[in-house]
């Protein structure tokens, strides 16, 4: 049986895929200018494996990406 990927992740990843595929690049082309392998950011996008903060800030500045972006907008009831 497969374990379900925690919430933030699994929108991590989706995030990540759909901002590459938006910007027309290819998992090369990103993993070469954030420092990491292709096979790594194959894993990121399919939650198998988390960026580093660095990774991340990379990630968004190469594909004009909020870094707060997979994070679920704060409920009423949080504010309070």
């Known amino acids: 049986m497969r374990r379900q ?3 933030l992740v699994a929108s ?3 995030v990540m895929h759909e901002a590459r595929k938006t910007m027309g690049f290819t998992q090369s082309f990103v993993a070469t200018h954030i420092g990491i392998s292709q096979g790594a950011l194959s ?3 399919r939650g198998l494996l988390v960026p580093s903060a660095i990774q991340w800030v990379e990630f968004c500045r190469l594909t004009k990406t909020r870094v707060d972006s997979f994070m ?3 409920s009423a009831k949080e504010g309070n």
Request: net charge positive; charged share 35%; hydrophobic share 40%.
């Open 5 to 7: 990927k925690p919430v």
């Open 43 to 45: 894993k990121m996008e």
């Open 72 to 74: 679920p907008a704060p």
């Open 12 to 14: 991590l990843a989706k």
